[in-house]
């Protein structure tokens, strides 16, 4: 299990933008780089669904609802992962959860909520 720390988040109007932040504080370096880190959200009545993904050293993975919008980043030395969100839409409101994947066991962020509406 790895501990998840999220900030970021808020309330946003359609178009705007937010950037979300993961931490993974007491991770070990060199176990931490072996981690798929992601992003999920779950809106009111419906099912957590994958966001946006990313492993070392390869192409971020997007889900087609997000793609040219969002953009996922990853910091090994600061054991952070960013998910930056353009052009927001109020669909897009949800609350969004950090997820650590190894070996297909998860782990989970508090979730933070993000709110799109005029």
């Known amino acids: 299990q790895l501990q998840l720390v999220e900030s970021g988040g808020g309330l946003v109007q359609p178009g705007g933008s937010l950037r979300l932040r993961c931490k993974a504080p007491?991770?070990?370096?060199?176990?931490?780089?072996?981690?798929?880190m992601g992003w999920y959200r779950q809106a009111p009545g419906k099912q957590r669904e994958l966001v946006a993904s990313?492993?070392?050293?390869?192409?971020?993975v997007y889900a087609d609802s997000v793609k040219g919008r969002f953009t996922i980043s990853r910091d090994n030395s600061q054991k952070t992962v960013t998910l930056r969100m353009d052009s927001l839409k109020p669909e897009d409101t949800a609350i969004y959860y950090c997820?650590?994947?190894?070996?297909?066991?998860?782990?989970w962020g508090q979730g933070t909520q993000v709110t799109v509406s005029s």
């Open positions: 997820n650590a994947n190894q070996d297909g066991l998860d782990s």
């Open positions: 007491r991770a070990i370096f060199s176990v931490y780089i072996g981690y798929v």
């Open positions: 990313i492993s070392s050293g390869r192409s971020p």
